[in-house]
């Protein structure tokens, strides 16, 4: 993973596209859960609900402050990124160390923390600035005794990490992202890796990449059907 800025939802190229219209918000005028998203928040948060709602507060603030998220992704803070991170904690078993590689703005890294108090985070994010925010947030929110955040490149944590799932999020195509994340594994466990509508295409382009880390049981999954209006969509690959 290169030591440099990882294009996410809302930026451009340059960093985040700014609209003169949209601006961070202070953290109390945050969007709350529609009507709607209501249901999937109890699912998946439960009486951790408004600690996720002071995430989405840290998000529509300092995050788009200090360029993790676009403004533009203010009014959809919950559907488009915390529901759709939060779907992934059903691919993920019991007790399970998981690494979030590219935490960014902690999607779904800090979002799979507040969904389940049995998981061990490891946030892997080599953008200093991005771990600072990080860092501020998981006190904030009293994470810090499940969730560690390491600055480094992906590279940089084979061998001191043996993750029994690593997670990845709008880093980037999974020919690349594989040989960055399955090598994290080295006993038995997964690569669950947030895809979109081309994760069929992504897979059959990393066929023998995939092959050649030790990947089987690559499939295509859609999770939070029942709680989600747009499901999400990951790749699973196994190790081991």
């Known amino acids: 993973m290169a030591d440099q800025e990882m294009q996410r939802p809302g930026e451009?190229?340059?960093?985040?596209?700014?609209?003169?219209?949209?601006v961070a918000v202070p953290p109390e005028e945050a969007p709350r859960p529609t009507e709607a998203?209501?249901?999937a928040v109890e699912h998946y948060f439960g009486d951790r609900a408004e600690l996720a709602q002071r995430y989405v507060g840290h998000l529509a603030s300092s995050?788009?402050?200090?360029?993790?998220?676009?403004?533009?992704?203010?009014?959809r803070l919950w559907s488009r990124h915390v529901l759709n991170c939060a779907a992934v904690a059903d691919a993920i078993p019991q007790g399970a160390l998981v690494a979030d590689i590219g935490s960014g703005a902690g999607l779904p890294g800090i979002v799979l923390a507040l969904s389940r108090p049995d998981l061990m985070m490891v946030l892997v994010e080599p953008l200093e600035r991005r771990c600072q925010w990080l860092d501020e947030v998981v006190?904030?929110?009293g994470l810090e005794s499940r969730v560690d955040v390491v600055r480094a490149r992906a590279e940089q944590m084979v061998g001191q990490i043996d993750a029994d799932v690593v997670t990845a999020r709008a880093v980037t195509a999974l020919r690349t992202l594989v040989p960055l994340t399955l090598p994290l594994i080295s006993g038995t466990g997964e690569l669950v890796a947030l895809k979109g509508r081309s994760a069929e295409l992504e897979i059959e382009k990393a066929q023998k990449i995939i092959r050649k880390y030790k990947g089987h049981d690559v499939r295509v999954e859609t999770l939070g059907e029942g709680f989600l209006e747009e499901p999400t969509t990951v790749v699973r690959i196994a190790v081991g």
């Open 37 to 39: 998203e209501l249901g």
């Open 12 to 22: 451009g190229p340059e960093g985040p596209r700014i609209d003169a219209a949209l």
């Open 139 to 141: 006190e904030d929110l």
């Open 63 to 75: 995050g788009i402050e200090r360029g993790l998220l676009g403004p533009r992704e203010i009014p």
